[in-house]
């Protein structure tokens, strides 16, 4: 019914950039929060960056003006511009979405992963 689809992973060196986008399609009737979540091996999933439909943000502390999350309500697509990238930020990147689909049943929808990896 809800598919939440990113682009934009890939390998970089340190200190250069890298942009994720993620698009939700589908039965949608409304979509709430929006953010990034992150998995490196080992480790558990963390919360990246999250925004609100007003435009209200958050940031995990190890990412704070490096990283800048926006979205485009009318095409339903959030984005997360990474600058400074480093080698503890290589993980898999997941888009989530709190949504609320034309059934009006309101879940939380996960994209399928897109891969970051930093290294020189």
């Known amino acids: 019914q809800v598919q939440l689809v990113e682009s934009g992973g890939g390998l970089v060196q340190p200190g250069e950039s890298l942009r994720l986008s993620c698009a939700a399609s589908?039965?949608?009737?409304?979509?709430?929060?929006m953010g990034w979540y992150r998995q490196a091996p080992g480790k558990q999933r963390e919360l990246v960056a999250a925004?609100?439909?007003?435009?209200?943000?958050k940031y995990a502390d190890s990412v704070k003006d490096r990283f800048t999350i926006s979205r485009d309500n009318a095409k339903n697509t959030v984005t997360l511009q990474m600058n400074s990238l480093q080698p503890e930020d290589t993980a898999l990147y997941y888009c989530n979405a709190e949504i609320r689909t034309t059934n009006l049943v309101r879940d939380t929808y996960w994209g399928q992963g897109t891969q970051v990896t930093v290294s020189s």
């Open positions: 589908g039965s949608i009737f409304s979509i709430y929060a």
């Open positions: 925004i609100t439909p007003g435009g209200s943000t």
